[in-house]
C-alpha cells in the first residue's frame, strides 16, 4: 500500500514553454501533497503543501506563479512550471500524506520523482 | 544555522561493518523523525522513523533520538553493497518536513 506515483517520469522542454507534472495516490486518499524540488548533490526543498479544495501554501522564496499547484481530488495534484527557463531544471518530486488516522498518517509516501531539463 | 545537519560524508565502510550516521536539529519542537535512503536518480525512501526518546529497531538498522541533545542516529549493522546510497535525516514540525543535506554511504566488498 502507500504508492504514489508521478507522470511523467522525466521531461525535455525548450525554454519558456509549461510542463505539466502529475502526482497521483494510487491506493490511499491524500488530504495533502507536497512538492519538493532537489538540485544535484543538494538536499531536498519543499516547495509548496496542498490541500484538497484549497490553495496551495507556498514556501518562502517560492514564485508561486511560476509554479502552479492544483490539487483538484483526494488522490491527485499537479505542478505546473510556466515559462520554463534552464534554471528551473532540477528533480520535483511530490510526496502524500494519508487522510486517514493511525501510524501512517504521519508519514509522506514519496513518488518516483520528475526530471526536468529545460534546454 | 541549517534546521538540519548531518555528516558530510562520504563515508566508506567496508562490508560486514557498522555504519554511523548523525543528525542534529534546531527546532526544539520538532516532533517525529525519519531516516530515508535515496538511491542516485531515485526518489527518497523510508527506512526509519522515531517519535520517542531512546532507540528504535528494524532489523539491521537502528535509529537513536535524543531530543534533549537534538540529536538522532542510524546504525546499519552487517553493511551490504546494496546500502550503498545517500541517507537523508528528516525532521518534521507540524505538517513540515525539513530534510538534512544527507550522507553518501559506500559499502566497499
Known amino acids: 500500500g502507500a504508492v504514489v506515483s508521478q507522470h511523467p517520469s522525466w521531461v525535455i522542454c525548450k525554454s519558456g514553454t509549461s510542463v505539466k507534472i502529475e502526482c497521483r495516490s494510487l491506493d490511499f486518499q491524500a488530504t495533502t501533497m507536497f512538492w519538493y524540488r532537489q538540485f544535484p548533490k543538494q538536499s531536498l526543498m519543499l516547495m509548496a503543501t496542498s490541500n484538497e479544495g484549497s490553495k496551495a501554501t507556498y514556501e518562502q522564496g517560492v514564485e508561486k506563479d511560476k509554479f502552479l499547484i492544483n490539487h483538484a481530488s483526494l488522490t491527485l495534484s499537479t505542478l505546473t512550471v510556466t515559462s520554463a527557463h534552464p534554471e528551473d531544471s532540477s528533480f520535483y518530486i511530490c510526496?502524500?500524506?494519508?487522510?486517514?488516522?493511525?501510524?501512517?498518517?504521519?508519514?509522506?509516501?514519496f513518488g518516483p520523482g520528475t526530471r526536468l531539463t529545460v534546454l | 544555522q541549517k534546521e538540519v545537519e548531518q555528516n558530510s560524508g562520504p563515508l566508506s565502510v567496508p562490508e560486514g561493518a557498522i555504519a554511523s550516521l548523525n543528525c542534529t536539529y534546531s527546532d526544539r519542537g520538532s516532533q517525529s523523525f525519519f531516516w530515508y535512503r535515496q538511491y542516485s536518480g531515485k526518489s527518497p525512501e523510508l527506512i526509519m522513523s522515531?517519535?520517542?526518546?531512546g532507540d528504535k529497531e528494524d532489523g539491521r538498522f537502528t535509529a537513536q533520538l535524543n531530543k534533549a541533545s537534538q540529536y538522532v542516529s542510524l546504525l546499519i549493522r552487517d553493511s551490504q553493497p546494496s546500502d550503498s546510497a545517500t541517507y537523508l535525516c528528516?525532521?518534521?514540525?507540524?505538517?513540515?518536513?525539513?530534510f538534512g543535506a544527507g550522507t553518501t554511504v559506500t559499502v566497499r566488498a
Open positions: 522515531i517519535y520517542s526518546n
Open positions: 510526496s502524500a500524506r494519508a487522510s486517514s488516522g493511525g501510524a501512517s498518517y504521519n508519514e509522506q509516501f
Open positions: 528528516a525532521v518534521k514540525r507540524g505538517y513540515k518536513l525539513s
